[in-house]
């Protein structure tokens, strides 16, 4: 198996079995936003690999090459967008908001790698690419 995809609606999970290292690449991650507007309630993205955890409770999608629109409106205010390789878009408003959040992360074999989010496409490659 050269290759294995995980997506899904809600909070991935993966454990490495697989004798070697991986890479597990985020394509795309959502927090889970209810309501609807400004006045809606956002989850963020927590994730875990390898007994490591970070959060972002402000982020409403990361992943790798996102295309994203931001409309007029009260819906623009305050939101930023942070892209090199990597992106967080997230919907803070202060300075202090913005959190950065893996997009690729390497497992050990018997590590494990999970999430508390929404809509996700994560793909787990094998060091030998086998």
Excluded: K
């Excluded at 939101?79 to 950065?100: C, D, I, K, R, W």
């Amino acid at each position: 198996m050269a290759s294995q995809v995980l997506s899904g609606s809600s909070n991935p999970s993966y454990t490495n079995n697989t004798g070697q290292n991986v890479r597990v690449v985020i394509n795309f991650m959502s927090s889970i936003y209810s309501g609807a507007g400004a006045g809606g309630s956002n989850t963020g993205i927590t994730i875990n690999w390898a007994g490591i955890s970070a959060s972002a409770p402000n982020a409403i999608a990361i992943g790798r090459n996102l295309a994203y629109h931001v409309g007029g409106g009260a819906v623009s205010v305050g939101l930023n967008f942070t892209a090199n390789n990597m992106a967080v878009f997230e919907a803070g408003f202060a300075q202090e908001s913005n959190q950065a959040l893996p997009t690729e992360v390497m497992l050990a074999n018997g590590q494990t790698f999970s999430a508390v989010c929404g809509v996700h496409n994560i793909v787990v490659i094998r060091e030998d690419g086998t």
